[in-house]
């Protein structure tokens, strides 16, 4: 397949862009895509978006300021800057800042991805469950023991559905 802009190389990248509902695939040899990338960040700021989210624009913090990855150096504002991580430890170095800015970008701090079609079923009944846990974990905990009783009675057909396909 070549290149949809150039029509000359082979195509290696391969972009999905969704606007407005409507969806368009993009197949680009490594230069377009090279090129389509500085246009985008140029446009967008998508790295400033990353970084910063709203606060793009805004001075830095001093509590930002001085905060910095003991492993790999980057500081938080240069990863506002340039909308990437330097290493694995500066997830635990940013964390105070991270968890709401994933919260803002994707809604939720915590990862919920996709569950692969062999495990299925299973899986989902498994997370399923933990998340009626904590539900009801909730629920004791504010004393609404009726919503704790039914968490309850789910979790447990729950878990008998589940062993019944075990057992099958």
């Known amino acids: 397949m070549l290149c949809d802009i150039c029509g000359k190389n082979p195509a290696t990248v391969h972009l999905t862009e969704i606007i407005d509902d409507s969806m368009n695939e993009l197949h680009l040899c490594e230069e377009c895509a090279h090129q389509k990338s500085a246009q985008m960040e140029q446009q967008f700021g998508l790295s400033a978006l990353l970084g910063g989210m709203a606060e793009f624009g805004k001075p830095a913090k001093e509590a930002e300021v001085a905060i910095t990855c003991s492993n790999c150096g980057l500081t938080y504002v240069d990863f506002k800057k340039i909308g990437r991580l330097g290493c694995g430890e500066c997830y635990a170095s940013f964390k105070k800042y991270l968890g709401p800015l994933l919260k803002r970008i994707h809604g939720s701090s915590q990862h919920m991805g996709?569950?692969?079609?062999?495990?299925?079923?299973?899986?989902?009944?498994?997370?399923?469950?933990?998340?009626?846990?904590?539900?009801?974990?909730?629920?004791?905990?504010?004393?609404?023991?009726?919503?704790?009783?039914?968490?309850?009675?789910?979790?447990?057909?729950?878990?008998?559905?589940?062993?019944?396909?075990?057992?099958?």
């Open 114 to 168: 996709k569950t692969p079609l062999k495990a299925g079923r299973d899986s989902k009944k498994k997370i399923d469950i933990q998340d009626l846990r904590a539900k009801l974990q909730r629920a004791i905990e504010t004393e609404e023991f009726e919503e704790a009783a039914r968490i309850r009675d789910q979790i447990k057909a729950l878990q008998n559905s589940k062993e019944q396909n075990e057992a099958q």
